[in-house]
């Protein structure tokens, strides 16, 4: 009776701590992302968006998705190094002002338990003046419709959303 008692406390926990070993990889991926974004946008290069998402085959879920070989190319051709799987979608979206100036969103979604309600991770680039303030602000993190955003989070840049930092948006409950 004590062996079930422990089981049906551990074994909840245990795959709780699996899922949340899944959603570790988005945060860094993320990270990466940005910096491939902003080395390609000093480069005078622009920023590359891909609204879709990469990999663009299947739905994030709990196996890894298999990046295609034009997911890959994409990839190398912003400077993004990834892996030849990922349990994250990844999606940049980008807006331009009048004089060029750029700001983008990026977000990574991932449904680990398969339930059809994603977790996300956010990151917001805005264009910033000679003095830090924001000239352009990123438009909305282009995550899926079924993105569960936790209460107080947004998928929206505002005051208060630091800058180039990956932020979880989904409540920790949401897998």
Not at 1 to 14: E, F, K, R, S, W
Not at 16 to 45: D, W
Not at 51 to 74: I, Q, V
Request: proline letters at 9%.
């Amino acid at each position: 009776m004590i062996v079930g008692i422990l089981a049906a406390i551990a074994i909840p926990n245990i795959i709780r701590y699996q899922l949340e070993a899944k959603s570790a990889e988005a945060a860094p991926a993320l990270q990466a992302l940005a910096a491939a974004e902003q080395a390609r946008g000093a480069a005078g290069k622009g920023y590359f968006v891909f609204p879709e998402g990469l990999p663009s085959a299947g739905s994030p879920g709990a196996a890894r998705m298999t990046w295609s070989a034009d997911d890959l190319a994409a990839a190398r051709r912003l400077g993004w190094q990834v892996e030849g799987a990922s349990y994250a979608r990844y999606r940049v979206h980008g807006v331009e002002d009048k004089q060029g100036k750029q700001a983008i969103s990026m977000c990574a979604e991932m449904d680990h338990d398969g339930d059809g309600k994603m977790a996300a991770w956010v990151l917001f680039r805005p264009a910033l003046g000679p003095g830090g303030e924001v000239i352009v602000s990123p438009p909305p993190a282009p995550c899926d419709e079924w993105v569960a955003v936790a209460e107080g989070a947004s998928l929206e840049f505002g005051e208060g959303t630091p800058p180039g930092k990956p932020i979880r948006v989904s409540p920790p409950d949401v897998f």
